[in-house]
């Protein structure tokens, strides 16, 4: 029994719903041993599964097949993540250049935060 790639996805929590896994799969974004693939496509252990999620694309190996969601403590029973440490921390980079700390329920910023955000972003 080999189950589908987007109900795999979706059990080893890569994607919240087996829809979002399925549209993934048409959209070109999930890579089964560097090869698009369909939602329907069967997958076995030993695979190499590469998910692109802009800017970065994880790549899991799957080492047990489920078709049924799983709990988050079995999910490295069926899906190794090795995802290379310089994707990673592309995510963080920009993660961290993007995001200006603001308190919740602030609301926009006003003019003088607005130049000071500005100032900031153009010394770099």
Not at 62 to 75: I, M, T
Not at 77 to 99: G, I, M
């Amino acid at each position: 029994m080999n189950p589908r790639i987007d109900k795999w996805l979706w059990a080893v929590r890569i994607f919240k719903t087996r829809t979002d896994a399925s549209e993934a799969c048409k959209k070109g974004r999930v890579l089964v041993n560097n090869v698009q693939v369909k939602p329907s496509r069967d997958i076995k252990t030993g695979d190499v599964v590469t998910v692109k999620r802009p800017p970065v694309s994880y790549v899991y190996n799957v080492v047990g097949l489920v078709e049924n969601r799983q709990p988050a403590k079995n999910v490295p029973l069926y899906a190794e993540n090795v995802t290379p440490q310089e994707e990673l921390d592309t995510l963080k980079l920009q993660k961290s250049t993007l995001f200006v700390q603001r308190d919740r329920g602030a609301g926009r910023p006003t003019k003088k935060e607005r130049r000071d955000i500005d100032r900031f972003v153009d010394e770099e």
